[in-house]
């Protein structure tokens, strides 16, 4: 009968159950301090940061100092060349975007004419060098809503602004979710040494902590899943099909929140 039942519930359940389970289990043996430093506490910073590093990194990046840090980027790349510093566009015959197969072409103007962005990287091999990065760096960076605003050495210096960015929040926001727990965490080991009732109530607030860090884990686990796995994939589907972890990954708050971002 068990292994009926057993077979019945979904392998995506299971893990549900497990990780809840773990939570709650490490939650009742360590008390209320240690669910504040257990693998849990440690997956919820880093999820947390990364979810805080995307709602926060595009303002940072378009403040003052971003722009300053993006300028000084943009304004180091000056000795790059045409292909770098000028506005690139994809080129058009009969007011349609031209293509190189399943790629568009790229031109910039040089002298009031149009010329494909491969051949004004410059001479010899260090300019077909360059004039392959530049079309590598167009077909990632250009497209038909911001062809003919921006150059590449404008789009690649803001990517490198966000990148430091991302790195330095994340850094931030690990050191400040670890010592917020740190210090919860400190302040919640005295109920260890109570009287009996406050270390009973020591056990059941750290397996509730416990279980609600390892529920916060799925949860931003299943959004990046959810973000990153097509929808009708055999990924999403193993997700989507279950009972209770597919309540956790269709009806995800956290997927919403991250869907905004994008």
Not at 135 to 150: D, P, R, Y
Not at 201 to 227: P, R, S, Y
Request: with cysteine; hydrophobic share 55%.
């Amino acid at each position: 009968m068990f292994t009926a039942l057993l077979g019945a519930v979904e392998i995506a359940d299971i893990i549900v159950f497990v990780v809840l389970g773990l939570g709650l289990v490490m939650g009742l043996i360590g008390g209320l301090a240690k669910a504040f430093k257990g693998i849990f506490a440690t997956l919820s910073i880093i999820l947390i940061s990364l979810l805080l590093v995307g709602v926060t990194v595009s303002p940072i990046s378009a403040s003052s100092i971003g722009r300053s840090l993006s300028g000084a980027f943009e304004g180091a790349t000056s000795g790059w060349g045409t292909a770098f510093t000028s506005t690139v566009y994809i080129a058009e015959s009969d007011g349609k975007p031209l293509k190189d197969g399943n790629d568009f072409v790229y031109c910039v103007e040089v002298d009031g004419e149009m010329v494909k962005l491969d051949s004004v990287g410059g001479e010899g091999l260090l300019g077909s060098l360059k004039g392959k990065m530049a079309v590598g760096l167009a077909k990632n960076f250009v497209n038909e809503e911001n062809s003919g605003k921006v150059s590449l050495a404008s789009f690649a210096a803001n990517e490198l602004t966000k990148i430091i960015f991302d790195i330095a929040l994340f850094i931030i926001y690990c050191i400040v979710l670890a010592l917020l727990f740190k210090l919860l965490g400190k302040a919640s080991k005295k109920m260890q040494t109570g009287s009996t009732s406050v270390r009973v109530l020591d056990k059941v607030l750290g397996a509730v902590v416990a279980a609600g860090l390892a529920l916060l884990t799925l949860l931003l686990v299943f959004a990046i899943i959810k973000l990153a796995a097509p929808a009708g994939s055999k990924v999403a589907q193993f997700f989507e099909n279950a009972n209770i972890a597919g309540v956790l990954y269709n009806k995800n708050p956290m997927a919403k929140m991250l869907t905004k971002l994008r």
